[in-house]
């Protein structure tokens, strides 16, 4: 049914407010094997922040800074490359392509040919199963839902209430990832994902860059050699890193908002807590999410949410409820859009299988019906890459779990050594001793990314290691890698 073809409705059986990439899989997999009805709420540009400020154009803006890379690190292609800098205007008009030039034709069509109807607004629970939609006029239109509400309003970047650094109206996820133009000097506040990569593609489109991160170590989550790798190429680009250094105080005293992408103002003046000043165009704030629970009417329905992210069970259902649902970032549980589309699924085949009165334990909907979370990908897309899955050996270690380990240079693999002059990399498997199976591994090097599903399916699947010897890697690949892993476990084995 068309966006005008709703307007006159007021009931489904399924509503779903926010339409990022947790709404519309959650909308999907809420009906096509259902025949309930189903309507998506979104205020903004269906699709969410992944399409337009934050996986698909930042890969854009990060794809052509790797490969110059591996270029620069291949004879043959090294001299016709050269020193050249990156086309800036092509490297934009690339990550606006990839962006859907900002609007949502393709995702409307989406919705129609899965049959899921569209109410453009600002969605408010109003009590049980009710949403208030305010759309873009002011007017308020009440809709409710036979069945279940889904929430999918995903996260917003977190401003810390340091001195003057709200005021000084920092460059956000969205303003990185949508530039506009490329600020002279940028200082990068942050140490995660949203931070390394954010710096890694503003280096390489030209800016003077400093990343400031008051701990010790980028990317804390990961293996502690993670961080350090991530480091060291970072200030190889020509990135300064401030660690272990917490900022004081923001200046900057011609903020103006110039819209997204383009800078908000006149010079900007860091100060860190030793004192020193940094002078900046632009600040990026890179420093977490907040959740979307705010102003979503959730004090209708009694719902707490005292941490920004709603609770919920592994079916996704919030808890004390029966048909209030949340998936995606607002659940605070995995913020990536693969684990939001899955708790999306998740969810979606929970409602059809309550629906059609089935059990959640028979098949087929016993495996589809239950959220799992040993084994989140992390992908973090900097030059080199680095990624994990599943726990690291202090996790494991945390967790009370007796763990081996195998370490191996990932430069020695033919594979590796023969994709580039300069290799650098290393893995790192987790191993379970009393199941002797994988329960954590991390990679960093180029080609790596496509690496890591070897792993999670390995750990999924809770494939013994003694199998895994019979999985033989293709030669000349990265994917040796798991050879020399095993080949290491075994060496310790027979040692000990
Ligand atoms: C810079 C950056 C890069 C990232 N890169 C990656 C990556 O490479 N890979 C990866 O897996 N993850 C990445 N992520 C994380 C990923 O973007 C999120 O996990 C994902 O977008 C979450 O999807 P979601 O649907 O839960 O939320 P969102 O994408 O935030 O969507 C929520 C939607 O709800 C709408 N909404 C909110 N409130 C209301 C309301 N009351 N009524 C109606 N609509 C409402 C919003 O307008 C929005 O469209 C990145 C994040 C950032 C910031
Ligand atoms: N490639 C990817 O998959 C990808 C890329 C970008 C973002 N993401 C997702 O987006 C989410 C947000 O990323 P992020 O990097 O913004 O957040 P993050 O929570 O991963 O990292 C934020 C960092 O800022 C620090 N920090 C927080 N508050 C601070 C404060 N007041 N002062 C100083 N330091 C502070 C934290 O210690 C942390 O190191 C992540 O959970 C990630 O999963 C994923």
């Not at 305010?134 to 509400?149: F, K, L």
């Not at 929430?151 to 650094?165: E, F, I, K, Q």
């Not at 726990?391 to 007796?402: H, K, N, Q, S, W």
């Amino acid at each position: 049914m068309s966006e005008s073809a709703t307007r006159d409705r007021d009931q489904w059986d399924v509503i779903v407010v926010g339409g990022g990439q947790a709404g519309e899989t959650a909308a999907q997999y809420a009906s096509q094997f259902s025949g309930l009805s189903t309507v998506l709420v979104e205020e903004d540009l269906i699709g969410g922040e992944c399409e337009y400020w934050a996986c698909r154009p930042s890969k854009a803006l990060l794809m052509p800074v790797e490969a110059r890379s591996v270029g620069r690190d291949l004879p043959g292609v090294r001299e016709i490359l050269g020193d050249r800098p990156l086309d800036v205007p092509a490297v934009l008009a690339r990550r606006d392509d990839i962006a859907f030039h900002y609007a949502d034709p393709q995702e409307v069509e989406f919705l129609e040919a899965n049959g899921i109807d569209l109410v453009r607004g600002r969605g408010r629970l109003a009590g049980e199963r009710t949403v208030a939609v305010t759309a873009s006029d002011g007017s308020v239109r009440t809709i409710t839902a036979t069945r279940a509400v889904v929430l999918a309003t995903g996260s917003t970047a977190a401003v810390p209430p340091t001195d003057g650094l709200a005021e000084a109206l920092p460059w956000t996820s969205r303003d990185v990832t949508a530039l506009r133009e490329v600020p002279g000097r940028v200082v990068v506040l942050g140490g995660g994902p949203v931070a390394t990569e954010a710096v890694t593609w503003l280096r390489a489109l030209g800016a003077d860059t400093t990343l400031v991160h008051r701990g010790p170590r980028l990317l804390k989550t990961m293996e502690p050699f993670v961080g350090e790798f991530a480091a060291r190429h970072l200030a190889e680009a020509g990135v300064t890193l401030r660690l272990d250094t917490t900022v004081t105080r923001v200046r900057r005293p011609d903020a103006r908002q110039r819209g997204i992408g383009h800078l908000h103002g006149g010079p900007v003046t860091v100060t860190l807590d030793n004192g020193d000043e940094i002078e900046a165009d632009e600040i990026v704030v890179a420093l977490g999410r907040t959740g979307g629970t705010d102003d979503i009417g959730l004090e209708s329905v009694g719902i707490p949410a005292p941490h920004g992210y709603l609770d919920v069970d592994d079916q996704l259902t919030v808890v004390g409820t029966d048909w209030l649902y949340a998936v995606g970032d607002l659940t605070g549980l995995a913020l990536l859009t693969h684990f939001a589309k899955y708790q999306a699924r998740v969810a979606g085949e929970v409602i059809t299988a309550r629906a059609l009165g089935r059990s959640l334990t028979e098949p087929p909907f016993d495996s589809l019906t239950t959220a799992e979370y040993d084994a989140v990908p992390h992908v973090v897309f900097l030059d080199p890459p680095v990624c994990d899955v599943g726990l690291t050996e202090a996790a494991a270690r945390g967790r009370g779990i007796d763990v081996e380990t195998a370490e191996y240079d990932i430069a020695a693999i033919s594979g590796a050594a023969i994709s580039r002059e300069h290799y650098d990399g290393r893995a790192k498997l987790v191993v379970d001793r009393a199941t002797d199976t994988v329960i954590g591994a991390t990679f960093v090097g180029s080609a790596t990314t496509e690496l890591l599903h070897s792993a999670t399916v390995a750990i999924t699947g809770r494939v013994p290691v003694s199998r895994l010897w019979h999985a033989v890697a293709s030669f000349p690949t990265v994917s040796e890698i798991w050879l020399r892993l095993l080949e290491t476990l075994q060496l310790g084995r027979r040692r000990s």
